[in-house]
């Protein structure tokens, strides 16, 4: 057994497998079930887009009321990343650890929430974890699709409507995802840089022992770079309803990956898939997996942990050489 393991509560077997799209020889059926385990089956992808076609069809202001500073529109916005966010966060949160209904299965570390801890605003990292997320990271996610909607309502960012060219517009939705696992390894690196991550980044590291509200809870200058994700609307031509999903997938999708937890277990079964271990490590040994599972920055900048104690060897090497400099 790797030594690895007797560092957590639960680790997956095996190694932590990244998009096997880079890997060579090619395997068009790993490939293939690759894409097909987060597009046709319950995953945070189908998830946002569910989210973002219901918001869009059945809630969304017309795309015009955003040329004016409309506050029914902008709240309505509003709304629509607010409810969703904490009706996730909450539930997921109230059944793993209020109701603590699958006790630890699955759990990767073994502690409860940190309470009663100088390390947390209110003393309490739930609450710290809530505030954050709030107050400044739904206000900031909105704030930047408000300047894009504002912007396409006024046409200064491009527009795409689906009658016009319908293979287009179902593609965005893919090259969204490519460009925001890339977006997100470059800012979080440099959001490693040590004055960036004493300012900023180190209240999101707060939690090594990570939950559904840790996703996003984030300093406001985290927020304000994360969150420039959305700037690639002004080049790439898309909609509303792009927007929202890119909105779902940047902020909802963390909820799982920060679970704690690698499967959700309910009434003996496994329902779906939660938690990301490959982030989890990177919560624990911070110098390490700065991207995402989807494109290989890490193994090519030499950051990779595929969660074996050698690659924990490696990290606290590449700490320390970080350090000395
Ligand atoms: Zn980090
Ligand atoms: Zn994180």
Excluded at 17 to 24: D, I, W
Excluded at 89 to 100: D, F, N, P, V
Excluded at 199 to 215: D, Y
Aim: proline share 5%.
């Amino acid at each position: 057994m790797d030594k690895e393991s007797e560092r957590w509560n639960y680790k997956p077997a095996g190694t932590v497998k990244l998009n096997p799209m880079f890997s060579r020889p090619t395997r068009f059926s790993s490939i293939f079930d690759w894409y097909a385990s987060y597009w046709f089956q319950l995953s945070t992808t189908t998830l946002a887009l569910a989210l973002a076609l219901l918001a869009w069809l059945f809630f969304f202001p017309a795309l015009s009321s955003f040329a004016q500073l409309n506050l029914r529109s902008y709240g309505t916005l509003y709304l629509l990343n607010l409810l969703p966010h904490c009706f996730f966060a909450g539930s997921i949160h109230q059944w793993l650890y209020r109701h603590k209904g699958q006790a630890k299965k699955f759990k990767f570390d073994p502690r409860d929430p940190a309470i009663n801890s100088g390390l947390y605003t209110f003393r309490d990292q739930v609450k710290d974890n809530m505030f954050w997320t709030i107050c400044s990271g739904i206000s900031l996610w909105t704030l930047f699709q408000a300047i894009v909607l504002w912007s396409m309502a006024n046409g200064i960012a491009p527009v795409l409507m689906f009658s016009k060219n319908p293979i287009f517009f179902i593609l965005v939705f893919p090259i969204l995802i490519i460009w925001s696992s890339f977006h997100f390894y470059w800012v979080h690196r440099f959001l490693h840089w040590p004055p960036l991550y004493r300012i900023a980044h180190s209240l999101h590291h707060r939690n090594v022992n990570v939950g559904p509200w840790s996703g996003i809870s984030m300093h406001p200058i985290e927020h304000l770079l994360f969150y420039t994700n959305f700037l690639i609307h002004f080049v790439l031509a898309s909609s509303p309803v792009h927007l929202l999903f890119h909105g779902y997938m940047q902020s909802i999708h963390p909820i799982f990956s920060h679970s704690g937890f690698e499967k959700l277990y309910v009434a003996n079964k496994e329902r779906a898939k939660m938690g990301d271990f490959f982030h989890q490590l990177h919560h624990r040994y911070f110098e390490c997996n700065y991207g995402t599972v989807e494109m290989p920055w890490d193994r090519w900048f030499g950051s990779f942990h595929d969660g074996t104690a050698k690659a924990t060897n490696d990290t606290i090497d590449r700490k320390k050489r970080m350090y000395k400099k």
